[in-house]
């Protein structure tokens, strides 16, 4: 499905953005491992966050299929699912790695795949772990999906994560709370702490600290329900930000964000470029949230790598985009890791931005982009990858010409909504 966009004059208003993926899949797995009724207000609607309700209902829970509905009731059976299950993560490989995590317990046998990108995507990072527990595994050819998982007994593990990830800690976390002994995971850089923050939450003996989190020994199955409430998804609140630094005279409030520090790199990055973005914080547990108000500024170039960058992970895109709108060279490295998320980002946004005119040059781990640059009108091709789509969108918003984006229809994944909220902000 194609798109075609144009150059905006201004973009301006308040807006809610869908809830926080992240914390939508976490708190529906942890939903079914709890007893009793709990309540998740807010979750994501989005095809991903589907795909973990979907696998749930597989497994035996009440849990409704079709898009997640704003006020989600869970009967949780303390993690007592179905003995056989065959289930689809479609594009989700949050879905795939956490349910992989919490069924390598669970007595039975369960088949885990996906649509063809997330079958090309590595899954041994998280299989190796697992199995290092005591989980019986098998990957297809070159450690891809589908993942085949004979649930057993486990034994806590002390891991070391070579690369930062929070759903490989998640994962490790999930088969914690059914093994014997204490589970540790150490990684060389923050990641997203959603996981550990939410068990904490719950009264689980969870010990933070920086670049590591334990799981004390004991039995902690069933955990006890609960009431959440999904703050707005900061990745998705990310377009809009940047959008409003990029557009000139617009003023932007996104409202009712997720502003977890682990996940808010993109900030420091931006500051450090000379945008204008406010955080007001408002009171909740167990994520802190806050609204963003974002307006137009001119940027410099800068450097980004090392720890801002697990912290970044899927807005780098976006600081690509900002950069062609920058005064001098952003670099971009030690981003590796977008060359197996749903499509070669590093590639894919090279491509794309060089096809506006932007002068961008890849590396293996990254790009530089030298700005300003008036970008032209154009095609360009997400590869179905929803954050691609929507990071060339905002290219869109100050290109000379208009911009056609293929695969748009990966948008669904995330933010279905997003020409809606554009239609509201522009007019």
């Given at each position: 499905?194609?798109?075609?966009?144009?150059?905006?004059?201004?973009?301006?208003?308040?807006?809610?953005?869908?809830?926080?993926?992240?914390?939508?899949?976490?708190?529906?797995?942890?939903?079914?491992?709890?007893?009793?009724?709990?309540?998740?207000?807010?979750?994501?609607?989005?095809?991903?966050?589907?795909?973990?309700?979907?696998?749930?209902?597989?497994?035996?829970?009440?849990?409704?299929?079709?898009?997640?509905?704003?006020?989600?009731?869970?009967?949780?059976?303390?993690?007592?699912?179905?003995?056989?299950?065959?289930?689809?993560?479609?594009?989700?490989?949050?879905?795939?790695?956490?349910?992989?995590?919490?069924?390598?317990?669970?007595?039975?046998?369960?088949?885990?795949?996906?649509?063809?990108?997330?079958?090309?995507?590595?899954?041994e990072r998280v299989a190796s772990p697992l199995r290092r527990m005591g989980?019986?595994?098998?990957?297809?050819?070159?450690?891809?999906?589908?993942?085949?998982?004979?649930?057993?007994?486990?034994?806590?593990?002390?891991?070391?994560?070579?690369?930062?990830?929070?759903?490989?800690?998640?994962?490790?976390?999930?088969?914690?709370?059914?093994?014997?002994?204490?589970?540790?995971?150490?990684?060389?850089?923050?990641?997203?702490?959603?996981?550990?923050?939410?068990?904490?939450?719950?009264?689980?003996?969870?010990?933070?600290?920086?670049?590591?989190?334990?799981?004390?020994?004991?039995?902690?199955?069933?955990?006890?329900?609960?009431?959440?409430?999904v703050p707005g998804d900061f990745s998705s609140a990310a377009f809009w930000?940047?959008?409003?630094?990029?557009?000139?005279?617009?003023?932007?409030?996104?409202?009712?964000?997720?502003?977890?520090?682990?996940?808010?790199?993109?900030?420091?990055?931006?500051?450090?470029?000379?945008?204008?973005?406010?955080?007001?914080?408002?009171?909740?547990?167990?994520?802190?949230?806050?609204?963003?108000?974002?307006?137009?500024?001119?940027?410099?170039?800068?450097?980004?790598?090392?720890?801002?960058?697990?912290?970044?992970?899927?807005?780098?895109?976006?600081?690509?985009?900002?950069?062609?709108?920058?005064?001098?060279?952003?670099?971009?490295?030690?981003?590796?890791?977008?060359?197996?998320?749903?499509?070669?980002?590093?590639?894919?946004?090279?491509?794309?931005?060089?096809?506006?005119?932007?002068?961008?040059?890849?590396?293996?781990?990254?790009?530089?982009?030298?700005?300003?640059?008036?970008?032209?009108?154009?095609?360009?091709?997400?590869?179905?990858?929803?954050?691609?789509?929507?990071?060339?969108?905002?290219?869109?918003?100050?290109?000379?010409?208009?911009?056609?984006?293929?695969?748009?229809?990966?948008?669904?994944?995330?933010?279905?909504?997003?020409?809606?909220?554009?239609?509201?902000?522009?007019?």
């Amino acid at each position: 499905m194609d798109v075609t966009l144009s150059r905006v004059d201004r973009l301006q208003g308040n807006l809610a953005v869908p809830g926080d993926k992240s914390v939508s899949h976490r708190a529906l797995i942890f939903a079914a491992m709890a007893a009793g009724r709990s309540i998740v207000r807010g979750a994501a609607h989005g095809a991903d966050v589907a795909s973990t309700a979907a696998s749930l209902a597989r497994l035996g829970l009440d849990v409704p299929s079709g898009p997640v509905p704003r006020l989600l009731s869970v009967e949780g059976l303390g993690w007592q699912v179905a003995r056989e299950a065959d289930l689809d993560a479609g594009n989700s490989g949050t879905t795939m790695r956490l349910l992989t995590g919490a069924l390598a317990g669970r007595p039975g046998r369960f088949v885990l795949s996906g649509d063809a990108s997330l079958s090309s995507r590595p899954m041994e990072r998280v299989a190796s772990p697992l199995r290092r527990m005591g989980a019986s595994l098998s990957l297809a050819e070159g450690g891809r999906p589908p993942i085949r998982v004979e649930g057993r007994p486990l034994r806590g593990i002390a891991y070391d994560i070579p690369i930062a990830s929070a759903q490989v800690k998640g994962a490790v976390l999930l088969a914690g709370l059914q093994a014997e002994g204490p589970t540790s995971v150490a990684e060389p850089g923050a990641s997203r702490d959603h996981t550990e923050r939410m068990l904490a939450w719950l009264g689980l003996p969870v010990s933070i600290a920086p670049g590591s989190v334990t799981l004390a020994a004991g039995k902690h199955l069933p955990l006890p329900a609960f009431e959440l409430d999904v703050p707005g998804d900061f990745s998705s609140a990310a377009f809009w930000v940047v959008a409003a630094t990029l557009v000139p005279g617009s003023q932007v409030c996104i409202e009712g964000v997720g502003v977890n520090p682990s996940r808010t790199g993109l900030l420091e990055i931006l500051a450090s470029m000379g945008a204008e973005v406010e955080v007001i914080p408002q009171a909740a547990e167990p994520e802190l949230v806050g609204s963003l108000r974002a307006r137009a500024a001119g940027l410099r170039g800068v450097r980004v790598s090392g720890g801002v960058v697990a912290r970044t992970i899927d807005e780098l895109p976006l600081v690509a985009v900002a950069a062609t709108q920058a005064e001098g060279v952003t670099t971009i490295r030690d981003a590796a890791e977008l060359r197996v998320k749903e499509s070669d980002r590093l590639a894919v946004l090279a491509t794309g931005l060089r096809g506006l005119g932007a002068d961008v040059e890849e590396a293996p781990d990254g790009l530089s982009v030298r700005g300003p640059t008036l970008l032209h009108g154009g095609r360009v091709e997400s590869a179905g990858d929803h954050r691609m789509a929507m990071a060339f969108a905002v290219a869109a918003m100050v290109a000379g010409g208009p911009v056609t984006i293929g695969g748009w229809e990966g948008t669904a994944i995330s933010y279905p909504g997003f020409l809606d909220d554009l239609g509201g902000l522009a007019s």
